[in-house]
């Protein structure tokens, strides 16, 4: 079946830099885009960008440009995220999540979450 | 940016009751609206995407309806695992955004 494992819990500080990977298995890693969506404790979902795993062509939510980067090892089928410059209100749980047709923003299935924590 | 909302923010129902969300788009979205329900200390996963169509496994009790910019996601029949908190989210166009959720909780 279709799975999304993530890297473990990291903790920062501000300032900082997080990479963080999402190695894909049961379906052609080249095939689907893959998103990033963030969720700030207790809060809703926030979407940060796609890349597509083919090209290794990206699009960023203006908010995160200049700070996200996405990129991808299509020898291993993973995708990974990382956010710069972090500061106290980026600590969230990441999520990164297929989309299930190609393009369609339909986002399924999801990876179990990077807990990443900013704090001095 | 294409905002978001969700009505109500949290409703409590009964076991047997029938559920429905709103969510509505600040501006005509076509039919490119999608639900997610997430269960505590869980990832979300994806109910039904292009307004109706039912996500592989998901019960026949969701359902989805509405076009442009006024949406439903309606449970008919709540069972005790759909106790959990519901997003809508918008395809139509980057940055796709989510509605602020609706928990729904156990009366």
């Known amino acids: 079946q279709v799975q999304l494992v993530q890297s473990g819990a990291e903790v920062k500080k501000p300032g900082a830099s997080v990479k963080v990977s999402c190695k894909t298995s049961g379906y052609t890693f080249t095939d689907k885009y893959i998103h990033w969506v963030r969720q700030a404790p207790g809060q809703g979902l926030e979407w940060m960008g796609w890349i597509n795993p083919n090209s290794g062509g990206t699009n960023y939510a203006q908010k995160f440009q200049g700070r996200v980067t996405m990129t991808r090892d299509t020898s291993i089928n993973t995708a990974y995220m990382e956010l710069s410059r972090l500061r106290s209100d980026d600590t969230a749980l990441y999520y990164c999540?297929?989309?299930?047709?190609?393009?369609?923003?339909?986002?399924?299935?999801w990876g179990q979450g990077t807990l990443v924590t900013v704090s001095s | 940016d294409i905002q978001m909302t969700q009505s109500p923010s949290s409703l409590s129902a009964s076991v047997g009751d029938r559920v429905t969300i709103t969510c509505r788009a600040s501006q005509t979205i076509s039919d490119s609206l999608n639900w997610y329900q997430q269960r505590p200390g869980k990832a979300p996963r994806l109910l039904i995407y292009a307004t109706y169509s039912l996500q592989i496994g998901v019960p026949i009790r969701f359902s989805g309806s509405g076009s442009g910019t006024d949406f439903t996601l309606t449970i008919d029949s709540l069972q005790p695992e759909d106790f959990a908190t519901y997003y809508c989210q918008q395809g139509y166009s980057t940055p796709f955004t989510f509605g602020p959720g609706t928990k729904v909780d156990i009366k």
């Open positions: 999540v297929r989309d299930l047709y190609s393009t369609s923003a339909w986002f399924d299935p």
